[in-house]
């Protein structure tokens, strides 16, 4: 029994390495504040021509219905020349498109960025083989060094 018990709790302490992510959730620590962090995240998308279509900062809005939240910041953007053909391989991925990227604090004060994994959401719509998400994945991951890297 205290061998089942350490094998969970060394797992649930890596779990915790990776920010407790969620399943298909890539997140990275960053190194730097909520708003920097995503500035430079959209400096980044930018720089690539991508459309920014919102930046939707969640703790300003429960604000405004008198409730408290730490700073979390939400980044919506993306371009039809990545996301038609994902949505070619099923039409359905389109419910997960445009492109989002979350950052925020959590309770020890640490940031994270986290956005869904390009693979987890071609499985989810049952095209795993889908030829451009590989490329999807791979500036996603780009953004993020960028956003949270020193």
Same mark, same amino acid.
């Given at each position: @029994?205290?061998?089942?018990?350490?094998? *969970?709790?060394?797992? &649930?302490?890596?779990?915790? %390495?990776?920010?407790?992510? =969620?399943? #298909?959730?890539?997140?990275?620590?960053?190194?730097?504040?909520?708003?920097?962090? @995503?500035?430079?995240?959209?400096?980044? *998308?930018?720089?690539? &021509?991508?459309?920014?279509? %919102?930046?939707?900062?969640? =703790?300003? #809005?429960?604000?405004?219905?008198?409730?408290?939240?730490?700073?979390?910041?939400?980044?919506?953007?993306?371009?039809?020349?990545?996301?038609?053909?994902?949505?070619?391989?099923?039409?359905?991925?389109?419910?997960?498109?445009?492109?989002?990227?979350?950052?925020?604090?959590?309770?020890?004060?640490?940031?994270?960025?986290?956005?869904?994994?390009?693979?987890?959401?071609?499985?989810?719509?049952?095209?795993?083989?889908?030829?451009?998400?590989?490329?999807?994945?791979?500036?996603?991951?780009?953004?993020?060094?960028?956003?949270?890297?020193?």
């Amino acid at each position: @029994m205290k061998l089942i018990l350490a094998v *969970v709790f060394a797992f &649930a302490l890596l779990g915790s %390495a990776a920010g407790w992510s =969620a399943e #298909g959730l890539v997140t990275l620590k960053s190194l730097h504040g909520v708003k920097e962090t @995503m500035d430079r995240l959209e400096t980044a *998308v930018k720089g690539k &021509a991508m459309t920014i279509f %919102a930046r939707i900062d969640h =703790a300003a #809005g429960a604000a405004k219905v008198e409730k408290k939240l730490r700073p979390t910041t939400l980044l919506i953007f993306g371009n039809p020349q990545g996301g038609t053909p994902f949505m070619e391989c099923s039409q359905s991925v389109g419910i997960d498109l445009p492109l989002k990227v979350l950052v925020w604090q959590d309770a020890g004060g640490e940031v994270w960025l986290g956005y869904n994994d390009p693979a987890y959401v071609a499985q989810r719509h049952s095209v795993p083989d889908c030829p451009v998400v590989k490329n999807i994945a791979k500036a996603l991951a780009g953004f993020a060094q960028q956003a949270v890297a020193k």
